[in-house]
């Protein structure tokens, strides 16, 4: 196990200054330390993790994400020059130490992300009705089983069923993630139809989560702008000792409370979108709250309170943990650079900027391979089930400069 949880969560500190030859590598061990935090805790649209810059307020943020307890990393191989970021003897100890199988190098500046995709196969764009449908099908017979398993296991086996059913119910959220992408259906009202009724189950609001989404996609890792990571630099969080605490525990055994605040504050207020959203999202939003009015009263009559905890409560717990942790997991690392708008590279932000997270092969089928994550950054028109032919491709093309991370 490269990288291991501990109370299923990442902590994320500043490292010790390591040196190479003499020399430390002061691009990411700077004595300044910010910190990210999930968009969804205050107001003001800060977010979590530690990172690593300058207390200058530099346009560049580097983010770390440490495991619990690092393996110590083995004896740096001397070298003559300065240590930099971009040195394979760094990048080797920095991937060794943080529980990576590769981080990549930097991408050249003159490429752009129309050249990465023109060396995708044009075929992994082809959306197949069969293979959408089959991930349907998947994610029901195995949400239904779950909740099986939990009318049938005796108490001390609930918390195996709960983990199954929050995983299968995370493979909801992927379809009606690809429905927000246009990639699970050539008919457009199909896939709004099923992307709404797909988020349901997590009374998620699909358009209003669509719209924010495609913001993220259109800034990843861009400073303030990126909907899913925003700084907290480090003033701010000494002089705040609630937001200081809320970031210690909520990142780490209390990970899924920061996705539910994150989903409760992104997505019910009308004010966060644009005139021309509006409609749509208060559609989304009538369609939860029916949802909610009928749905939960209806678990409720037939199985009482405790049953609507059993039943709903805790697989839903279940995917706001992998909710939490696949956002978490896919943009942050060590290696990763927050830049300014003036300063943004799409193609750097995309191919450098995403992390790709091997899982157990059950949560890859039951997530329909959502943690193959770097072509999904690329184009977001690729299907889930294309993923991995698209990732293949990456690898045989761009393969120095992708980042993989083993987390369990």
């Known amino acids: 196990m490269a990288c291991k949880f501990a109370d299923s969560s990442f902590i994320f500190k500043a490292p010790k200054q390591r040196s190479v030859g003499g020399h430390g590598f002061s691009e990411h061990n700077s004595q300044g330390i910010l910190?990210?935090?999930?968009?969804?805790?205050?107001?003001?649209?800060?977010k979590r993790q530690h990172c690593l810059t300058n207390t200058r307020r530099s346009n560049t943020v580097?983010?770390?994400?440490?495991?619990?307890?690092?393996?110590?990393?083995?004896?740096?191989?001397?070298?003559?020059?300065p240590a930099s970021s971009e040195s394979a003897v760094y990048r080797k100890i920095l991937s060794e130490s943080y529980g990576f199988k590769q981080i990549g190098e930097r991408l050249p500046e003159d490429v752009t992300l129309k050249d990465i995709i023109n060396t995708i196969p044009k075929k992994v764009f082809d959306i197949d009705d069969v293979k959408a449908w089959?991930?349907?099908?998947?994610?029901?017979?195995?949400?239904?089983?779950?909740l099986l398993m939990i009318s049938k296991a005796p108490w001390y086996l609930l918390p195996l069923a709960w983990a199954w059913t929050g995983t299968a119910i995370t493979g909801f959220f992927v379809i009606g993630h690809d429905c927000a992408h246009k990639s699970f259906s050539k008919n457009k009202l199909v896939e709004d139809i099923v992307g709404t009724l797909a988020f349901l189950p997590l009374i998620y609001p699909y358009e209003p989560w669509r719209f924010k989404h495609d913001r993220h996609h259109a800034k990843t890792n861009m400073l303030t702008e990126d909907t899913a990571w925003h700084p907290v630099w480090r003033e701010e969080f000494d002089s705040a000792p609630a937001l200081r605490k809320a970031i210690i525990y909520g990142y780490g055994p209390f990970r899924p409370l920061m996705s539910i605040a994150h989903w409760l504050m992104w997505h019910f207020d009308l004010k966060k979108f644009r005139p021309n959203e509006v409609r749509r999202v208060k559609i989304s939003l009538a369609c939860v709250f029916a949802f909610m009015g009928i749905g939960w009263p209806l678990i409720i009559y037939k199985t009482g309170i405790m049953g609507w905890?059993?039943?709903?409560?805790?697989?839903?717990?279940?995917y706001h943990f992998w909710m939490s942790t696949f956002t978490m997991v896919h943009h942050t690392a060590p290696h990763i650079p927050?830049?300014?708008s003036d300063e943004w590279n799409a193609a750097q932000a995309q191919l450098n900027g995403t992390v790709h997270c091997?899982?157990?092969?059950?949560?890859?089928?039951?997530c329909h391979d959502i943690n193959v994550h770097i072509p999904h950054h690329i184009s977001s028109r690729i299907p889930s089930y294309n993923l991995r032919a698209a990732q293949q491709s990456l690898h045989e093309n761009w393969g120095k400069q992708g980042a993989k991370l083993c987390c369990i």
């Open 338 to 340: 927050f830049k300014s």
């Open 134 to 146: 089959k991930s349907v099908l998947v994610s029901v017979t195995s949400y239904a089983l779950g």
């Open 358 to 366: 091997d899982y157990p092969q059950w949560i890859e089928i039951l």
């Open 62 to 81: 580097r983010a770390v994400a440490v495991p619990i307890a690092p393996p110590p990393a083995p004896a740096p191989t001397p070298v003559t020059s």
């Open 35 to 46: 910190y990210l935090k999930r968009a969804s805790l205050i107001q003001r649209g800060i």
């Open 309 to 318: 905890i059993k039943y709903w409560f805790m697989p839903w717990l279940g």
